[in-house]
T-cell receptor
Framework: EAGVVQSPRYKIIEKKQPVAFWCNPI?????LYWYRQNLGQGPELLIR????????DSQLPKDRFSAERLKGVDSTLKIQPAELGDSAVYLC????????????FGPGTRLTVL | GENVEQHPSTLSVQEGDSAVIKCTYS??????FPWYKQELGKRPQLIID?????GEKKDQRIAVTLNKTAKHFSLHITETQPEDSAVYFC?????????????FGSGTQLTVLP
């Protein structure tokens, strides 16, 4: 089966510009996660969805970040406006049926804000 | 919340030797501990995981041990090969119902010298 798909793989923008990342989880996976990974660090959770509901967004900077998963499948993470400190790799992950703990990661989007 | 510390941050071993990476966690309620391998520019990939009702788990050259009393767990790689070179992340989570937030360690850069 296909893994978690993300696009774009790379994005370079100037500060104050908007940017959006897209994620398609593994088919049938109800839980979707967005992580941010700064250079030399482990991934940090931004938001978690159970189907279309955001059940944990406590670490999402809501002044500039937003996310949606309208039909409980694909998800989009948006930053508006981007700041220099937002440069990082944005990883999407998914896990299967309720009770499944294994998270499968996508390849990530490397964002560079100039 | 959970806090995971990982040591060492870098580790160099000669091919064929063993490598050990250690992690400690703070939340005694954590009950699931995965290890991920991340090669440069690629997605984190699950290599082994352990639940709190098990003290040790092996998969070929890889093993993980868990000491719940001391709140630490370790990754052991035997007969290391150059292709084992990567960044390894430990993680911990308390899983109950819909609660499933992984907290990652800061990573260990493993280099296997030929």
């Amino acid at each position: 089966e296909a893994g978690v798909v993300q696009s774009p793989r790379y994005k370079i923008i100037e500060k104050k510009q908007p940017v959006a990342f897209w994620c398609n989880p593994i088919s049938g996976h109800n839980t979707l996660y967005w992580y941010r990974q700064n250079l030399g660090q482990g991934p940090e959770l931004l938001i978690r969805y159970e189907n279309e509901e955001a059940v944990d967004d406590s670490q999402l900077p809501k002044d500039r970040f937003s996310a949606e998963r309208l039909k409980g499948v694909d998800s989009t993470l948006k930053i508006q406006p981007a700041e220099l400190g937002d440069s990082a790799v944005y990883l999407c992950a998914s896990s299967g049926a309720s009770g499944s703990l294994t998270q499968y990661f996508g390849p990530g989007t490397r964002l560079t804000v100039l | 919340g959970e806090n995971v510390e990982q040591h060492p941050s870098t580790l160099s071993v000669q091919e064929g030797d063993s490598a050990v990476i250690k992690c400690t966690y703070s939340d005694s309620a954590s009950n699931y501990f995965p290890w991920y391998k991340q090669e440069l520019g690629k997605r984190p990939q699950l290599i082994i995981d352990i639940r709190s009702n098990v003290g040790e788990k092996k998969d070929q050259r890889i093993a993980v041990t868990l000491n719940k009393t001391a709140k630490h767990f370790s990754l052991h790689i035997t007969e290391t090969q150059p292709e084992d070179s990567a960044v390894y992340f430990c993680a911990a989570t308390f899983s109950s119902g819909s609660a499933r937030q992984l907290t990652f360690g800061s990573g260990t850069q493993l280099t296997v010298l030929p």
